[in-house]
Nanobody, 116 residues
């Protein structure tokens, strides 16, 4: 059974940090590109960061460049998103996504709220 389980979300003050994790099971994690998306209330889902299967190439949305870092540990079937200098506009549900050609899987999401 394929599963992607996100964790690490929560309430944080502006300027704070959080680290999200996405643990995968049921498929060959190391063969898939992994992506973090987010969706804020009333807005479309947007790509936050992407990392290739080997972990050597990453891409970020302009809005998070220099503040967020995506990484993966293929030995642990886990992807991470280190989020620093958080802003209220980072408030959203964050989803992990696994992609390989036409195959893709989604997690259930984890809520991140940035507020004082």
């Amino acid at each position: 059974q394929v599963q992607l389980v996100e964790s690490g979300g929560g309430l944080v003050q502006p300027g704070g940090s959080l680290r999200l994790s996405c643990v995968a099971s049921g498929f060959t994690f190391s063969s898939y590109a992994m992506i973090w998306y987010r969706q804020a209330p009333g807005k479309e889902r947007e790509l936050v960061a992407r990392i290739r299967s080997g972990g050597g190439s990453t891409n970020y949305a302009d809005s998070v460049k220099g503040r967020f870092t995506i990484s993966r540990d293929n030995a642990k079937n886990t992807m991470y998103l280190q989020m620093n200098s958080l802003k209220p506009e980072d408030t959203a549900v964050y989803y992990c996504n696994a992609v390989m050609y036409s195959l893709q899987y989604w997690g259930q999401g984890t809520q991140v709220t940035v507020s004082s």
